[in-house]
């Protein structure tokens, strides 16, 4: 079975700009999270969706939102971007909410200049 | 608040000898826990978790690790270390009492295997 995918793989964009990225959770695989990893750190929580809807969010500004579709894939978009969003962005999917472990995908590379 | 402390940036070990990765945590209701391994430009890889029961859980690889709840500690051990072990790993805890179903991570620990 194939593991949680991302898309893109790397991305260089400027300050300003606008980014989306894209999630598909394992098959079966009803909650999404999104992670934001500096380098050096280890992931920070961004946002959870569990069929559809958010569950839960990180201390990250109105500038990052995202959505989860009908299939249970996921996209996070990025308004505004800063130097400082530069980081690996890592999604994380699981059967359902609770005592399920999170697996990741291999995250987007986000890079701003 | 939540919060996930690995006290060591780096553990260093040789190839063959035991090997100990320290975790501490804070929540308000009780923990879940788990320790993920990082490979370089690659995504977190689970390990394993301790959700209840047995204070000693075993996982991937041949790594397990102790909860023990009066000193918030689950440290992550291997009986023989390999030199494959050389990663990043990275404890993290969910508060079952917060809704969000969010894991906090710890800042990481580097582990060396020399041969």
């Known amino acids: 079975d194939a593991g949680v995918t991302q898309s893109p793989t790397h991305l260089i964009k400027t300050r300003g700009q606008h980014v989306t990225l894209r999630c598909s959770p394992i098959?079966?695989?009803?909650?999404v999270s999104w992670y934001q990893q500096v380098l050096g750190q280890g992931p920070q929580f961004i946002f959870q969706?569990?069929?559809?809807?958010?569950?839960g969010r990180g201390n990250f500004p109105d500038r990052f939102s995202a959505r989860q579709f009908p299939n249970y894939s996921s996209e996070l978009n990025v308004n505004a971007l800063l130097l400082g969003d530069s980081a690996l962005y890592l999604c994380?999917?699981?059967?359902?909410?609770?005592?399920?472990?999170?697996?990741f995908g291999p995250g987007t590379r986000l890079t701003v200049t | 608040a939540q919060s996930v402390a690995q006290p060591e940036d780096q553990v260093n070990v040789a190839e063959g000898n035991p090997l100990t990765v320290k975790c501490t945590y804070s929540?308000?209701?009780?923990?879940?826990l788990f320790w993920y391994v990082q490979y370089p430009n690659r995504g977190l890889q689970f390990l394993l978790k301790?959700?209840?029961?047995?204070?000693l859980v075993k996982g991937s690889y041949g790594f397990e690790a102790e909860f023990n709840k009066s000193q918030t500690s689950f440290h992550l051990k291997k009986p023989s270390a390999l030199v494959s072990d050389s990663a990043l790993y990275f404890c993290?805890?969910?508060?079952?009492?917060?809704?969000?179903?969010?894991?906090?991570f710890g800042s990481g620990t580097r582990l060396l295997v020399r041969p």
């Open positions: 969706y569990y069929e559809k809807e958010e569950r």
């Open positions: 098959s079966g695989h009803k909650s």
């Open positions: 301790y959700i209840t029961g047995d204070n």
């Open positions: 929540v308000s209701g009780n923990p879940y």
């Open positions: 994380a999917s699981s059967p359902g909410q609770s005592i399920y472990e999170q697996y």
């Open positions: 993290a805890v969910r508060d079952m009492m917060d809704s969000s179903y969010k894991l906090i």
